[in-house]
């Protein structure tokens, strides 16, 4: 059977029961779904998996949202995505400066780029200026918390000027 010809018989039996009869229907295969997944029973999750599809093509047709279920799938695959990419640790590096020399400061290393290692010069934006700082360690950090930090620019060189 094609998916034209299983979107006409869907349909069909969509027609057929109604908007009201098929709303508990629906409701009723998400329970015996959940009831599936948590017995983890492969054969028996397959068919209320199959199950909740059929219903829920049916709910797309009665209701006529299919293009906004289409936008709101995709704009959900991608919020996912973006909670993946920014949960993915990235390098900060952790240092003081001659602003505050007392307190330490993070600043997130850009993609790319090797970080410095303890102990040596770095240059750093701090308060919007190019500064030179002590890198006291470097860690690992979710990419949407280092994002909040500043960026690190690169290795201080010894002929370069600097303030500190």
């Known amino acids: ?19 009201e ?14 009831n599936a997944l948590i017995h983890v029973n492969p054969q028996y999750i397959t068919e209320e998996l199959a199950d909740v599809i059929i219903m829920a093509a049916q709910i797309e047709y009665l209701y006529d949202i299919h293009a906004e279920v289409e936008c709101e799938i995709e704009r959900k695959i991608k919020r996912q995505l973006k909670r993946i990419e920014d949960a993915k640790a990235v390098p900060v590096i952790y240092g003081r400066h001659t602003l505050e020399p007392s307190k330490e400061y993070i600043w ?43 960026a690190y620019i690169g290795p201080w060189k010894l002929e370069e000027e600097h303030e500190m």
Do not use: C, F
């Open 1 to 19: 059977m094609t998916v034209t010809e299983m979107q006409k018989k869907i349909n069909y039996i969509a027609d057929y029961y109604g908007p």
């Open 21 to 34: 009869s098929q709303r508990w229907k629906t409701v009723e295969e998400l329970i015996e779904l959940a």
């Open 108 to 150: 997130r290393v850009p993609k790319g780029m090797e970080p410095p290692k303890p102990g040596t010069l770095a240059k750093v934006n701090a308060r919007g200026q190019e500064k030179v700082v002590l890198v006291t360690r470097v860690e690992m950090m979710p990419k949407a918390e280092a994002k909040k930090h500043k």
